[in-house]
């Protein structure tokens, strides 16, 4: 879930402490991919319903100014896996079941694959998935040459913060990136080690401190996304993640990883014991995953190609979502049958 400081919208006395127990089951105040509110009368009530209460934070869910959903065949959000090489190994992390090779993308392939997705607009580009994408040599060319792209709406970049260093942090900063994940597992060595190293907390704290500063002195720079995962080991340190990070990154976001076939995430499964899984989100929003040897997945939970659509080295990505594998996912959605795939059937992230 993303939360937006509430003063960004509402004036009032915003200082009742942050219960993330509590806010996370609040509806959500509408915004736009700007993160402008968007001015209905019933979100502009909610939104004076939660200033009332002396919320510091509130629920958002960001809308396209397009309904991108209405299109069925070509992607419409699409993760583009330029590494599946990463310098950590997080506990939460699909990695530990990683069967795929650990390669970058070829530049060259991944300006063909962003062309194809130019041509026809897409809603966003996210420029990551199991991988640490700065760690790929041409990183920053290809970040460059997709925001040059005229129908990209969204260009996002993720970091985990290990190798953000002051040179990457000035590329970003003035880069065409729109939103920068920055994935951050606590706020102090004890709660980071439930995650990764106790030795890369420093690095990565000092690292978006840096970028936060830089960012604030020159008034520019994309939307900084800090996001903690709620974990056994680190869920009693969500509050005080809000206290620190609310005011100075635009959006804090606080995600239960729940991948249905990791053992190391049973806090998150058991937290949500999904129903007979009917429609899946990510098939009817259009999600696709492009991962760095050209496999083509519906989902993220299909991590090890479980379901392959295509691959981009041998047709193009409208062939592949268009192939009778994508034509009966479509078909099997729609009817509210997608348990009759047996991947899809023991998902628990059908509703992310």
């Known amino acids: 879930m993303e939360f937006i400081k509430t003063d960004k919208y509402a004036k009032g006395n915003f200082n009742k402490p942050i219960d993330f127990d509590e806010i996370k089951t609040l509806k959500q105040i509408k915004v736009n991919q700007k993160l402008d509110l968007l001015p209905d009368a019933e979100n502009l009530a909610l939104l004076h319903q939660y200033a009332e209460k002396g919320l510091k934070v509130v629920p958002i869910r960001r809308f396209s100014?397009?309904?991108?959903?209405?299109?069925?065949?070509?992607?419409?959000?699409?993760?583009?896996?330029?590494?599946?090489?990463c310098n950590m190994k997080c506990r939460m992390c699909p990695r530990h079941n990683l069967q795929r090779p650990l390669i970058n993308m070829d530049k060259n392939l991944c300006f063909k694959v962003i062309d194809q997705l130019d041509q026809r607009g897409a809603e966003g580009i996210w420029l990551?998935?199991?991988?640490?994408?700065?760690?790929?040599?041409?990183?920053?060319?290809?970040?460059?040459?997709?925001?040059?792209?005229?129908?990209?709406?969204?260009l996002w970049f993720?970091?985990?913060?290990?190798?953000?260093?002051?040179?990457?942090?000035?590329?970003?900063l003035n880069s065409p990136i729109t939103f920068l994940n920055y994935s951050l597992h606590g706020t102090n060595k004890e709660t980071y080690s439930y995650?990764?190293?106790?030795?890369?907390?420093?690095?990565?704290?000092?690292?978006?401190?840096?970028?936060?500063k830089k960012k604030k002195r020159l008034g520019r720079g994309p939307v900084v996304?800090?996001?903690?995962?709620?974990?056994?080991?680190?869920?009693?340190?969500?509050?005080?993640?809000?206290?620190?990070?609310?005011?100075?990154?635009e959006i804090v976001s606080i995600n239960t990883l729940e991948y249905a076939n990791l053992p190391n995430n049973q806090y998150g499964l058991l937290r949500q014991r999904p129903p007979i899984?009917?429609?899946?989100?990510?098939?009817?929003?259009?999600?696709?995953?492009?991962?760095?040897?050209?496999d083509v997945q519906p989902c993220d939970a299909c991590y090890n190609s479980e379901i392959l659509l295509g691959n981009v080295n041998e047709k193009t990505v409208s062939e592949i979502w268009n192939s009778e594998t994508r034509k009966r996912m479509l078909k099997l959605n729609k009817e509210g049958a997608m348990h009759k795939i047996p991947h899809c059937k023991k998902c628990t992230d059908y509703d992310l």
């Open 65 to 85: 100014a397009r309904n991108w959903t209405q299109r069925t065949d070509f992607p419409n959000r699409i993760l583009l896996e330029i590494t599946s090489v």
């Open 128 to 154: 990551f998935h199991l991988g640490e994408s700065i760690l790929h040599p041409d990183w920053q060319e290809i970040v460059n040459y997709a925001g040059a792209k005229q129908n990209i709406e969204m």
């Open 158 to 172: 993720s970091t985990n913060g290990l190798a953000f260093n002051e040179k990457c942090i000035d590329f970003v």
């Open 195 to 212: 995650v990764s190293k106790k030795e890369y907390y420093q690095t990565v704290r000092n690292n978006i401190e840096l970028f936060l």
């Open 225 to 249: 996304h800090i996001q903690m995962i709620d974990q056994e080991g680190t869920h009693s340190n969500i509050n005080e993640f809000f206290e620190t990070f609310y005011q100075s990154g």
């Open 277 to 294: 899984v009917k429609t899946c989100t990510r098939i009817s929003r259009g999600d696709c995953f492009i991962v760095s040897n050209g």
